[in-house]
């Protein structure tokens, strides 16, 4: 399956470029959280700290968007074709 992965903020910082694209063939049916393995792996990147948020994403320091919709866990699965966006969160004092 095929994906464009967008990073937005510094997640572009992090990973030295705008957005990528990603072809994941394993499993059959991948996950938000098998994509950004993927990546991490393709990319060389430790990124252990975007998966911890698992179903309670209260805490995580990023939000992951699906096609224009914000995720709330990482185990749903994805459609070939479909757009990630990793969007830090913002904070100011």
Known sequence: M???IRFMANMKLLMGKDETELEVSSPAEPTARDVLLALAEAENKDLSHLLAAGADRSW???RVVRNGR???SLDIKLADGDT???VPLLAAG
């Open 2 to 4: 095929h994906f464009k």
């Open 60 to 62: 995580s320091a990023i």
């Open 70 to 72: 914000v995720l709330h």
């Open 84 to 86: 990630l966006a990793l």
